[in-house]
């Protein structure tokens, strides 16, 4: 099983959709929990911290369950900014962060 | 404030050269990480180094594979001899964090080397 599975899209949405992506983790020994953002050809970009169960920051909400080791990110409202690839990213003891291959969103006029 | 430093952006070079890449992390950082990606592995951790002290090179892909951080701003990933195949993008990243921490992992990337080995 990989560390971390992510659905690779694309998600093809109209602006204003709301979208969901999931994203599973295989190390339960997991504390924090992050998604990143990276557009194309470009560097990967923290999003949103996960430390508890879940928060929320302005259009973006990401939930974490530790029974089920899956972490969630939601968009609302979505913006043709928000068009790039989602990371999900596990944080193990020791400072390592696995990175997921990333979920494509295509968000269209 | 400026962010991770990565030199150079762009690298050509043929097939059994020797390649250096270059990263200045963010001061006072004291995590270090370089990683590669591609389109068919994605984003692989290759070394991360903790105080200037390597803490996990299991991600190198082999002995041709060397890092360096002789100093808290500055480190070096150098592949000799370069194949074609180590054609990708190196981003090196800094955090604040420790090792031995696990809630201070957030990490900060450069803008990346896109290294292409003809």
């Known amino acids: 099983r990989k560390e971390v599975e992510q659905d690779p899209g694309p998600f093809n949405v109209p602006e204003g959709a709301t979208v969901a992506f999931n994203c599973t983790y295989s190390?339960?020994?997991?504390?924090?929990f992050f998604w990143y953002r990276q557009d194309c050809r470009k560097e990967p970009k923290l999003l949103m911290s996960?430390?508890?169960s879940g928060n929320e920051d302005g259009r973006f909400t990401a939930q974490l369950n530790r029974a089920s080791q899956y972490i969630s990110l939601l968009i609302r409202d979505s913006k043709l900014s928000d068009s790039a690839t989602y990371l999900c990213?596990?944080?193990?003891?020791?400072?390592?962060?696995?990175f997921g291959q990333g979920t494509e969103l295509s968000v269209k006029p | 404030d400026a962010g991770v430093i990565q030199s150079p952006r762009h690298e050509v070079t043929e097939m059994g050269q020797e390649v250096t890449l270059r990263c200045k992390p963010i001061?006072?950082?004291?995590?270090l990480f370089w990683y590669r990606q591609t389109m068919m592995r994605g984003l692989e951790l290759l070394i991360y180094?903790?105080?200037?002290?390597?803490?996990?090179d299991s991600g190198m892909p082999e002995d041709r594979f060397s890092a360096k951080m002789p100093n808290a701003s500055f480190s070096t990933l150098k592949i000799q001899p370069s194949e074609p195949r180590d054609s990708a993008v190196y981003f090196c990243?800094?955090?604040?964090?420790?090792?031995?921490?696990?809630?201070?992992?957030?990490?900060?990337f450069g803008p990346g080397t896109r290294l292409t080995v003809l």
């Open positions: 990213v596990p944080g193990n003891q020791g400072g390592k962060l696995i």
């Open positions: 001061s006072g950082h004291n995590s």
């Open positions: 190390n339960s020994a997991s504390q924090s």
């Open positions: 996960v430390y508890s």
């Open positions: 180094f903790n105080n200037n002290v390597p803490i996990d």
């Open positions: 990243a800094s955090s604040p964090g420790s090792w031995f921490s696990s809630s201070y992992n957030e990490q900060f």
